[in-house]
């Protein structure tokens, strides 16, 4: 079976997704399950990921609602405020839900360099092993080294690292990136989605070579039972198709044997996120 452990929904606004700029026209427009259901069947995949876009809890409400109404939707990554007082009162409120898988926050867009190092944010994170729920890592490349220090706080928490940290691919820089997210990989509970990278390098001048590195890197770092196909549709569309970015990474792993191409392209999104 074929998961794409990544991708969202929206329906566009230019307040609320004000960092779809100019030179991402093409996704200013709603992205529903309608459109996604029929790109999947077209391209063999067989179930999705509904991955968080805006930080609020109607939005997670809504892709769990969704979810529910679609059977290609498997789990829903969602958002809740873990820096919040309350958080456990809003974990009980969706325990009941199997469809939420994990919880992620655009760590990202954080103007405070170590504020995945805030005693109230690991102590929300603290909390989500005992409600079965993964977290899901939203970082830039210069962020790996303090990630690292919070993973270390929650070694029994299962990590997923989304767009394999967002190196700087456009800038044909490596090394740093390489050495810390092999560092992080030395983490077993940490696992890694490859997704996300033709839209770190140029969007129309990109190769597939150039992407070759950071295929080779992840693949030594994480393993075969670490990773996880990821489309991050619609966003890839400023840069490729769907199937052109599925295909580029069957290609990367297809020296690997049947099992281990298999695990990648969907049985590892099955066991971390309990499809």
């Known amino acids: 079976m074929i998961i794409d452990s990544h991708h969202h929904f929206?329906?566009?606004?230019?307040?609320?997704?004000?960092?779809?700029?100019?030179?991402?026209?093409?996704?200013?427009?709603?992205?529903?399950?309608?459109?996604?259901?029929?790109?999947?069947?077209?391209?063999?995949?067989?179930?999705?990921?509904?991955?968080?876009?805006?930080?609020?809890?109607?939005?997670?409400?809504?892709?769990?609602?969704?979810?529910?109404?679609?059977?290609?939707?498997?789990?829903?990554?969602?958002?809740?405020?873990?820096?919040?007082?309350?958080?456990?009162?809003?974990?009980?409120?969706?325990?009941?839900?199997?469809?939420?898988?994990?919880?992620?926050?655009?760590?990202?867009?954080?103007?405070?360099?170590?504020?995945?190092?805030?005693?109230?944010?690991?102590?929300?994170?603290?909390?989500?092993?005992?409600?079965?729920?993964?977290?899901?890592?939203l970082i830039v490349e210069r962020q790996l080294p303090n990630m690292i220090r919070f993973v270390d706080q929650h070694p029994d928490q299962v990590f997923v690292l989304d767009h394999i940290a967002k190196p700087l691919i456009a800038k044909h820089e490596l090394s740093l990136w390489k050495e810390n997210i092999q560092e992080l990989a030395r983490r077993e509970n940490v696992s890694c989605k490859i997704s996300g990278m033709v839209t770190e390098a140029d969007f129309n001048s990109w190769t597939p070579q150039q992407l070759q590195p950071y295929f080779v890197v992840v693949l030594e770092a994480f393993g075969a039972d670490r990773l996880l196909f990821g489309s991050d549709w619609p966003v890839c569309l400023v840069a490729t198709s769907y199937k052109n970015w599925m295909e580029l990474v069957q290609k990367n792993i297809s020296e690997l044997s049947k099992i281990e191409q298999a695990k990648i392209m969907g049985e590892n999104a099955i066991r971390l996120y309990r499809l």
Request: charged share 30%; hydrophobic share 40%.
């Open 10 to 137: 929206w329906k566009y606004d230019p307040i609320e997704y004000d960092w779809i700029d100019d030179s991402m026209k093409v996704i200013r427009k709603d992205f529903l399950p309608e459109s996604l259901e029929l790109t999947i069947r077209e391209a063999g995949v067989d179930g999705v990921i509904s991955v968080q876009a805006r930080q609020s809890v109607e939005e997670t409400s809504w892709l769990l609602e969704m979810a529910r109404q679609n059977k290609f939707i498997k789990g829903v990554v969602g958002w809740l405020p873990l820096i919040n007082d309350d958080i456990e009162v809003e974990l009980e409120k969706y325990s009941g839900n199997k469809l939420l898988k994990g919880l992620r926050h655009v760590i990202q867009g954080e103007p405070d360099p170590k504020f995945m190092l805030r005693k109230d944010f690991n102590s929300g994170v603290s909390l989500l092993k005992k409600y079965s729920l993964a977290y899901d890592i």
